[in-house]
């Protein structure tokens, strides 16, 4: 897996944000990150995995949550939704990763 530091780096953050769950009354699970990934590249990749680390009012780092995805196609867009379970004031993006997929 290649982390995002690399400026020729295939995959693009499109956006993302940590947004209230609608109608959630429960303050452990009232809150998602989503946002989308494209795949830039010419390269079709056997997976993309995304990480957060999410933090207390305080500030501290109390969880690190992530989702996967496989076989993103050329040009192909990934919406995802990660359900933060922890009373969350913020969320950091920590990395973004691909694996090639080998013909």
């Not at 944000?17 to 989503?34: A, F, R």
């Not at 496989?70 to 009373?87: A, C, M, Q, R, Y």
């Amino acid at each position: 897996m290649e982390l995002l530091t690399n400026p020729n780096f295939p995959l693009t953050l499109i956006e993302w944000q940590l947004l209230p769950i609608p109608g959630s009354k429960d303050k452990y699970v009232d809150k998602q990150i989503i946002g989308k990934v494209k795949n830039d590249s010419k390269s079709n990749f056997s997976e993309i995995k995304i990480e957060f680390t999410i933090h207390d009012e305080k500030g501290t780092q109390i969880a690190t949550i992530c989702q996967n995805t496989s076989n993103l196609k050329p040009g192909g867009i990934w919406n995802f939704e990660l359900l933060v379970t922890h009373d969350v004031a913020e969320a950091k993006l920590k990395g973004l990763y691909h694996v090639l997929r080998k013909n």
